[in-house]
């Protein structure tokens, strides 16, 4: 069997789900985009004006007000997120005395159901919460703009930094010691080694970490939902979407949202991986 | 000198280590800690920002497994359906991700692009296309509704790590084993899977952890006790009316699910990592 | 470049795929009607809220038994009514039968009435005249009945009678009974003001009370930018302001607000009734030291918006007979008794309120039967959702200071026309 064909082979069942679960739909809500949202009746096909609406029309001002807080979000979340990942990794590389215990602590935040995790926090940052508590603070958290923008990017952090912690020391794992030896023996110091060694070596785990922590944070839903229901500036992307298919009943909007959402995270991606991950998959065999 | 220089250097390093630990080990598990007090405390001081409970009591836990409350069964529910959903990801995504990573064929970059494109939908888009085909199938209110969904939540991020695994990986050691004679699939098996093993389990973890916690699709898709996992039954938990927000037993709910994940892991990683690596050095 | 063509290649086979599915895709089951009962009856399915006491199992097993073969099976939703929401549209949507009875919030039955969802009822068979004609209201859309009112819900005015032997009747003799009579450690006046629906239910008593609205009466047209009821949020926004209402208030929902009441830091306050049971618990700060009142108004007792389910049925549903009579057993008089006494609800029955052996269980209800019939439902639209969030967020605005009344108020004017215009 020639390589196209067992490639073909081993593609089709994971290719075959997703058509059936993601692109099926995906295509079925960008169909509907196109339509408008009469209450009764077949709907009528109106081009591309539930995008102007969107981009420039009623719906503009809210657009890109949530476009602006969701890449806002996405750029903290993600740059602590890999700070504190890159160092939860190392430590938990380095340790070997209660590793085992260290990495199922590191998987507690993850492992919390999300909307439980944002009860949690939702009680936490209450004006008569154990955060204003613990440090004698009387901030009303989720009741103005910045702290509320602050509770939610902590949240977010809290709960996935030890995501990219686990990917990136996976990473580590697959880093042969004797190149670790190799180059201490050689004397170079732990920063030097990080650099021109580890960081190397892990970067396609971080890139591949980074850019699916990108994805999730520019889909960013519950969280802001739970906690401050989208008031104080936390209107997401997502948010935008969820209100107009199911709250405001308007599939066809609601599908133009979700398409502009998609080709937004498209082009970040894109650009992310043309910058900072060429050849982040090893050989490029194309 | 140069032995007391490097022992201190070393002594150093070890109470630094000791202390980067302690800070990793409050940063993730303070929140959870104050989760665990919150669910031992009984609903008239549920909100006195003690951080010992003054009197202890389980009466949250007797609330998510009590009488009416279907939370046994629910647990058995998420079980069937992540294990199932891990399996299915791991075997189908293990084979795209060894095409992608091995294989030379036009279209490489496509396939990948498409798999990474797969995850940049809001989710609430496809949920209700979705619903209206399984509706048609008849298949509301079944495991496979939820399973089939959330495979293809998680195929993207795991064919994607497990192609940049596999593309680290030694293929000298698999053209040796091949030259003696094993055929390709031996030769994956015995040779690169062993090796790749830190990573396919912890995407493993990954991919488990995140059906666990869907709620979503779960919650479009389960309408009967018989098959709703725990992210839905925590959604029902209630207080005395509409408007209380039952805190603690929702608390106690989130550790319950969460330890077993724990404690689960922790076998699991040793199990399988173990006998993965025996199974490949034996090979 | 390798992402566009990805694309390309993605939309080309899910075409494909579209195609195999619809020549796969099995037609649901036809109704079977082999029970000789007649067309629209047999077993049915009531998509309940969540049943805080677990009493509905009593009102099933009864009607069951006298029911053999029109048995109604109960299916608990999330807790949350927009999780309870989301499944009614999905099912909707997707003109699913699973659901034949569902159990609606009173904004949500013109929502749904006006896409055809729900199948219109008989006035005349249901109800009549002792059920409150408030209730009734909110489930009319068009002229039609689309619901049958189940509960119903008003909101009361909490007050410490301990320190306001009194309760005021307006909104300055509320103030000035806190300049007299609070203590350090109190604040005056707390409703609900996080943004979320409750917000919406405060602004428009605020505004209400004042004698402005949201939207006229039949929902087709703002009516939101007058003096009246830019005074009725200015009330809030004031005592915002000057502290009669604390800070932190803006982060309440009912349970934030029923805290502060039950520990005995606050004078006042807007909620529904449920507040009575746990504020005279044991261990309550203001066991026997509260009363309940009407809310305050301008120039006397003002108007609560009105809260409460409809039960409707699926126009989907393929035993609609077996679900009216449904139905109308939940509204009967013996099960509308069952509600008030067992599940702790507010009956959509008159005549109840004024049952002496249930006021002695809640003695709140003759005041709650005044709430009740002086309340005025929230706007009726189509478009609820979307007028209630441009009331929400400018409501808001308008409390944190970040917008001026009157600009929320003009704001709220052109959300709302852009929100029923579509």
Redesign the interface.
């Known amino acids: 069997m020639g390589p196209e064909r067992l490639a073909f082979r081993l593609l089709l069942p994971s290719v075959a789900v997703l058509l059936l679960v993601i692109a099926y739909p995906v295509l079925r809500a960008v169909y509907g985009s196109f339509f408008d949202d009469r209450p009764m009746g077949p709907a009528a096909f109106i081009g591309f004006d539930n995008y102007a609406r969107a981009l420039w029309g009623a719906g503009g001002a809210d657009f890109w007000a949530a476009f602006r807080v969701t890449f806002l979000f996405t750029v903290v979340t993600v740059v602590l997120e890999v700070l504190i990942g890159l160092g939860m990794a190392a430590i938990m590389h380095r340790s070997f005395r209660g590793r085992g215990l260290l990495r199922a602590s590191v998987l507690v935040p993850w492992a919390i159901p999300t909307a439980v995790a944002a009860v949690l926090w939702r009680w936490a940052f209450d004006p008569r919460g154990i955060v204003n508590h613990l440090f004698g603070a009387d901030v009303t958290w989720t009741g103005a703009e910045w702290p509320s923008k602050f509770a939610i990017v902590f949240a977010d952090t809290w709960k996935t930094a030890p995501f990219v912690a686990l990917l990136i020391l996976a990473g580590l794992q697959i880093i042969p010691k004797e190149v670790y030896e190799a180059a201490r023996i050689d004397g170079a110091g732990v920063l030097h080694r990080f650099r021109h060694i580890t960081l190397p070596l892990v970067k396609p785990a971080l890139v591949v970490a980074v850019l699916f922590r990108m994805l999730d944070a520019l889909r960013l839903y519950d969280l802001p939902a739970i906690l401050t229901n989208g008031a104080n500036d936390t209107t997401t992307l997502s948010i935008l979407v969820v209100r107009a298919s199911l709250g405001d009943l308007k599939p066809g909007y609601g599908g133009a949202l979700s398409t502009l959402t998609f080709l937004l995270i498209f082009v970040t991606a894109f650009l992310f991986v043309r910058l900072l991950g060429a050849g982040a998959l090893g050989r490029d065999r194309t | 000198m140069s032995t007391t220089a490097h022992e201190v250097r070393r002594w150093g390093g070890t109470a630094g ?1 000791l202390l ?2 302690g800070l ?2 409050v ?3 303070a ?2 800690g ?2 665990v007090v ?1 669910s031992l405390k009984p609903p ?1 001081e549920i ?1 006195d ?1 003690r951080l010992l409970p003054a009197n202890p009591s389980l009466v949250n836990y007797a609330a998510v497994f009590g009488s ?1 409350s279907d939370f046994t069964l629910a647990l058995r529910n998420s079980l069937v359906i992540s294990a199932s959903v891990t399996v299915i990801s791991m075997v ?2 293990v ?2 991700a ?4 091995r ?31 399984f ?4 298949w ?2 079944t495991y496979q509704s939820m399973i ?2 959330d ?3 998680s ?3 795991g ?3 497990l ?3 596999f ?3 030694p293929w000298e050691l698999e053209a040796a084993a091949r030259t003696d004679g094993a055929t390709p699939s031996q030769a994956f098996r015995h040779v690169i899977l062993p ?2 093993v ?2 396919v ?3 493993a ?2 991919v488990f ?1 995140s059906a ?2 869907e ?1 979503m699709v779960a ?2 898709m389960s ?2 006790p018989d098959v709703q996992p ?3 039954a ?12 039952p ?1 603690g037993t ?2 106690a ?2 550790v319950v ?2 330890v077993p ?3 689960l ?2 076998l699991f ?2 199990r399988i990592i173990s006998g993965l690596t025996a199974g490949g050095v034996k090979g | 470049m390798t992402f566009r063509k990805t694309r390309l290649a993605a939309c080309a086979s899910a075409g494909i795929l579209t195609m195999l599915l619809s020549a796969c895709g099995g037609g649901t089951p036809a109704a079977s009607d082999d029970s000789g009962l007649g067309p629209g009856r047999g077993p049915i399915v009531f998509a309940s809220g969540k049943d805080f006491t677990a009493e509905m199992n009593t009102l099933l097993a009864k009607w069951n038994e006298a029911h053999p073969q029109e048995t109604v099976k109960m299916l608990e939703l999330s807790a949350s009514p927009d999780d309870q929401r989301a499944s009614f549209v999905q099912n909707f949507q997707a003109k699913s039968s699973a659901y034949d009875v569902l159990w609606s919030d009173v904004v949500w039955t013109s929502e749904f009435a006006s896409r055809g969802w729900l199948e219109p009822l008989d006035k005349a068979a249901l109800g009549g005249p002792d059920i409150l004609p408030t209730a009734v209201q909110t489930a009319e859309y068009d002229g039609k009945l689309y619901g049958a009112p189940f509960i119903t819900n008003a909101a009361l005015l909490f007050y410490r009678k301990d320190l306001v032997p009194e309760p005021p009747t307006t909104w300055a003799e509320m103030w000035a009974a806190c300049d007299e009579h609070l203590t350090p450690e109190m604040s005056c006046y707390a409703g609900q003001f996080a943004q979320y629906e409750g917000l919406t239910v405060n602004a428009a008593e605020a505004v209400n009370g004042a004698g402005g609205a949201f939207l006229s009466d039949d929902g087709k047209t703002v009516a939101v930018d007058s003096p009246e009821a830019r005074a009725g949020l200015q009330t809030l926004v004031d005592a915002m302001k000057n502290g009669k209402i604390s800070k932190d208030a803006i982060t309440y929902k009912e349970e934030e607000s029923r805290r502060a009441f039950v520990e005995g830091r606050l004078m006042f306050l807007r909620n529904w009734p449920y507040v009575y049971t746990s504020a005279g618990a044991a261990d309550s700060a203001v066991k026997d030291k509260f009363g309940t009142a009407l809310l305050p108004g301008v120039n006397g007792p003002g108007s609560s918006s009105l809260g409460g389910i409809d039960l409707v049925v699926s126009a989907f549903s393929k035993h609609k007979e077996t679900a009216k009579d449904w139905i109308a057993f939940m509204q009967s008089e013996e099960t509308q008794r069952f509600v008030v006494a067992k599940m702790n609800q507010a009956s959509v029955r008159a005549a109840l309120y004024d049952d002496p052996e249930l006021i002695a269980q809640s003695p709140y209800l003759p005041t709650l039967k005044q709430s009740l019939t002086t309340a005025t439902p929230r706007p009726r639209t189509a478009d609820y959702n979307a007028v209630t969030l441009a009331v929400q967020t400018n409501a808001y605005a308008a409390l944190q200071g970040g917008k001026s009344v009157d600009q929320a108020i003009t704001d709220m004017a052109s959300q709302l026309s852009a929100a029923i215009a579509q």
């Open positions: 280590l980067a630990n990793v080990l940063f993730c598990l929140p959870f104050w989760m919150s008239a909100f920002n009416g189908i995504g084979f795209a060894y095409a992608l990573a294989l030379k064929f036009r279209g490489r970059n496509l396939v990948l692009g498409f798999f990474l494109a797969m995850s940049m939908f809001p989710g609430v888009a496809i949920l209700s296309p979705v619903f209206q085909l509706a048609d199938w008849g509301i209110n089939i969904p495979v293809g939540f195929l993207p991020l064919v994607w790590v192609t940049t695994f593309a680290a990986m090796l790749s830190p990573g389990f912890t995407t973890i990954l952890i666990w916690n709620f919650n479009s309408q009967t725990v992210t839905v925590i959604a029902k938990f209630t207080g005395v009316s509409q408007f209380d927000q805190f929702q608390m709910a989130g699910v969460t994940l724990v404690i892991v922790l990683q040793r």
